[in-house]
């Protein structure tokens, strides 16, 4: 029952006209970032290794695929997760609003298989919004910009990764990205389970990743203990892998954390959603 | 007699080192460059540079008389932001500059003899250079240059096959660093504090290991343009 | 009374169902049984605790308090078993207006507990009477529409149990009478066993055989509609220009006259349906003028009291 109802609610997320908007605005994002740096990417290298510049030169295709990727992925990591809480924010408040979540509540399905289908079908939505950032930006991006070494600006200098040595790193930070976009999609459900309208949990999840980017930036000391912990933290994980050398034990501690805040959502939903009663 | 041929001799001696000035010798250095109208090599650049991670990469290096020089890697390389024919050129015109000896040094047993470059221009980029000249074979075993717009910047040239030519094997830099700061509101790394940290070591280096000389072979011009 | 309905099988028991939301009772002691074949009707004033009941017996909502049995099988543990064969409408029929009706169906179907083929779904779709309106989308469905896909979805995996709760709210009379012929098909022709919530009293009266009155959360009364509404009486109103006169050859011909009021231009009482005629002929022979009879239906007047006991 639960594989036939993630059927279903495939069905729905592919029916609903906002399940595209994530796609077309990524599509229209990137692009215009893809452009920009055509037309002015030079300036925007210049940043990057401005600090160095009075005694060094830097030779060779800096501004290359590889380079747009970080870039476009740096840019985008607050505005990914807004568009997959707008499709998954509305997976139950949604339904409740509409008034199917009772129609559906009356099916011989239990309330655990119904809402882990949705948590699985929210988690194959947000796949192919990985997916298709990925091919945006990397190979859309080496396909007009060529390949080369990736120059990486981190809070300690300059790191300058081989070509050969590139895709691997890419390969898992999509993969944490991913894991950093489900955790904010089952974090956008888990809101929904507690409203019963469409906006709610949308702009909820959306407050929260905005709070918690702030909170995470400012260099206070009493937030000094929650940092660490905060789900928006480890959103940026995925940078780590392009770190010489990767450090391993801090990234496993970040896929850790996420992964625990995914569990955890998702138990404080189906404790929610069976004790609830559908009166809408 | 005796003493009067004596004295002659003596005078002829000194003449002839007299002859062998600080201009004289800069002259022989410069002449020997200036053997070459073309060469290109491959190049191993091994960066060791504070706040800067890279592992070494290789490339090619073109240069063609007299000031065109040509890096060609599709790996990114650092390199020192004073070019390797500035010093060149700067040197093939005695009016840019005034030479004086300064001394010796001892650099791999081999006594050198301190050339003291100092421009004539006050808008001149090269303000002072030091150079550590083999007294035989005429070439710079060290170098201290210092410009108006990347400091000072310390050289050190090992040299083997291409000897004759004065082409170098391997090219040592060693550049100023202190200037180097990362912004303190740049996206942070989550496995970093964040914080903006300056570099402790002062000074890092660039290695180039030079080999595959091909000299005076011609070298198309399509290659130094962008 | 029930010596009959003792052998017939009992699909539903609901017994001493409690439910509270944030202090307010809505439902405080519902108890009701439901037999193979019957058109229940489940009647109560708004408020009084019937779609609450409805949803408790279709797991919408957990009961406080009290046992709820259908089929034989306890709810809370047999739920898959139970709702399989469950069909329903609670409230208005509501659907996923960006899909059409077909797919809206298939998906209902693919959780229903049984195979449910699209031969099937087609077959359902033509016999409540969208056949080439399937590939619209649910929103550009009119009230009817809807009603009729809230049936659809209700009957196309062969429910043994239909739960209705008022099912012909916003049809217009052609569709009121489809749906009460639809009732009774189910229940005659199919054997299904059919519970019928309405405020339409009269569709009640007409269809239903049992019945359930709640008010206020509680069962007021249940039992068979014709012993509850004993439907040789009925309750009738003269229109005349002389009520007195009108009363007192009533009142002295016929003994078996109940619920007697007169106003100034009408008189109303209960009386065996067959004595109207004859009433009729008796007043006009003692020339008195009869502008007008109506015969009132009777279980809204039983109904009214019954509540108004209640009260």
């Not at chain 2, 060149?88 to 015109?93: D, E, K, Q, W």
Request: aromatic share 10%; hydrophobic share 45%; proline share 3%.
């Amino acid at each position: 029952m639960l594989l036939k109802n993630t059927h279903n609610e495939l069905i729905k997320i592919l029916a609903k006209p906002r399940s595209y908007i994530g796609f077309l605005a990524l599509t229209v994002l990137i692009g215009v970032i893809l452009l920009a740096m055509k037309a002015d990417g030079d300036n925007f290298i210049s940043f990057v290794t401005a600090s160095f510049e009075q005694t060094l030169s830097f030779n060779g295709l800096i501004l290359n695929g590889n380079l747009i990727a970080f870039i476009i992925l740096q840019m985008l990591i607050i505005h990914v997760p807004l568009l997959v809480a707008l499709v998954t924010g509305d997976l139950v408040s949604g339904e409740a609003a509409m008034g199917t979540l009772r129609m559906m509540g009356t099916k011989p399905i239990s309330r655990n298989s119904f809402l882990l289908s949705k948590f699985l079908a929210g988690a194959i939505y947000t796949f192919f919004l990985t997916v298709w950032l990925a091919f945006l930006s990397l190979i859309v991006g080496q396909f007009m910009f060529g390949t080369g070494d990736l120059i990486v600006l981190n809070s300690d200098g300059l790191v300058i990764i081989p070509e050969y040595d590139i895709m691997w790193r890419y390969g898992l930070a999509f993969c944490l990205a991913y894991l950093s976009l489900l955790s904010i999609a089952t974090m956008s459900i888990c809101f929904s389970v507690f409203s019963d309208n469409s906006i709610g949990p949308i702009v909820s999840t959306m407050a929260v990743i905005i709070l918690f980017t702030i909170i995470g930036s400012l260099d206070v000391s009493t937030f000094d203990y929650i940092q660490p912990f905060l789900i928006t933290t480890h959103m940026a994980s995925w940078r780590s892998l392009f770190e010489i050398p990767v450090p391993y034990d801090a990234i496993t501690d970040s896929i850790i954390i996420l992964l625990v805040h995914i569990i955890g959502f998702t138990l404080l939903a189906l404790w929610w959603f069976n004790k609830k009663d559908i009166n809408t | 007699m005796k003493y009067i041929l004596i004295l002659i001799i003596g005078l002829f001696s000194g003449a002839f080192y007299a002859q062998d000035s600080a201009q004289d010798l800069l002259n022989k250095v410069v002449d020997k460059t200036s053997l070459v109208n073309d060469y290109s090599a491959s190049v191993l650049i091994k960066p060791d540079v504070p706040m800067i991670k890279s592992l070494p990469v290789k490339a090619k290096i073109y240069f063609k008389k007299k000031d065109k020089f040509k890096v060609v890697s599709k790996s990114i390389a650092i390199l020192p932001k004073q070019g390797f024919t500035d010093v060149n050129v700067f040197l093939s015109n005695p009016k840019n500059y005034m030479v004086v000896e300064a001394g010796t040094k001892v650099i791999n047993n081999t006594t050198t003899r301190l050339l003291t470059v100092i421009a004539n221009e006050s808008s001149s980029e090269i303000i002072l250079a030091k150079l550590y000249v083999h007294p035989k074979h005429y070439v710079v075993l060290e170098s201290e240059i210092t410009t108006r717009s990347s400091g000072t910047v310390r050289v050190n040239y090992q040299y083997s096959s291409q000897l004759s030519y004065g082409l170098p094997s391997q090219i040592k830099f060693t550049v100023d660093v202190k200037e180097f700061k990362m912004p303190k509101s740049f996206s942070t790394n989550p496995h970093k504090s964040g914080a903006s940290k300056k570099n402790k070591r002062k000074t890092g280096t660039i290695v180039l290991d030079i080999t595959n000389y091909v000299v005076n072979k011609g070298v198309s011009d399509s290659i130094f343009q962008k | 009374m029930g010596c009959l309905k003792i052998m017939s099988e009992l699909i539903v028991s609901v017994k001493n169902l409690k439910k509270s939301f944030k202090g307010f009772k809505a439902l405080n002691d519902v108890s009701f049984s439901v037999y193979k074949n019957d058109v229940f009707g489940f009647l109560g004033p708004n408020g009084a605790g019937k779609s609450t009941s409805l949803r408790c017996m279709l797991s919408l909502i957990e009961a406080d308090d009290g046992h709820i049995e259908i089929f034989g099988k306890s709810l809370s543990k047999n739920r898959f078993e139970v709702l399989s064969n469950i069909g329903s409408i609670i409230e208005k029929p509501d659907f996923y207006k960006y899909l059409s009706a077909f797919k809206n169906l298939e998906i209902m179907a693919r959780i229903s507990g049984r195979q449910v083929s699209k031969s099937e779904i087609e077959d359902i779709i033509h016999f409540v009477g969208l056949e080439g309106r399937e590939k619209s989308k649910f929103k550009t469905y009119s009230h009817g529409m809807k009603q009729r896909l809230g049936i659809a979805q209700a009957l196309m995996h062969n429910p043994e149990l239909i739960i209705l709760d008022e099912p012909t709210t916003g049809l217009d009379p052609q569709g009121i009478v489809d749906i009460r012929e639809l009732i009774i098909k189910l229940s005659k022709e199919q054997g299904k066993t059919v519970i019928l919530s309405s405020h339409q009293l009269s569709e009640i009266e007409m269809i239903a055989n049992r019945m359930v009155i709640i008010n206020k959360g509680k069962s007021i009364i249940e039992g068979e509609v014709s012993e509850l509404l004993n439907s040789s009486q009925m309750m009738v109103r003269f229109s005349s220009d002389d009520p007195e006169k009108f009363c007192s050859i009533l009142t002295k011909e016929f003994s078996d006259i109940a619920d007697l009021k007169v106003t100034e231009s009408e008189i109303e009482f209960e009386v065996n349906r067959e004595n109207i005629p004859e009433i009729n002929a008796l007043m006009v022979g003692q020339n008195i003028t009869i502008s007008g009879i109506e015969q009132k239906r009777k279980l809204e007047d039983y109904f009214i009291k019954m509540i108004q006991n209640e009260k």
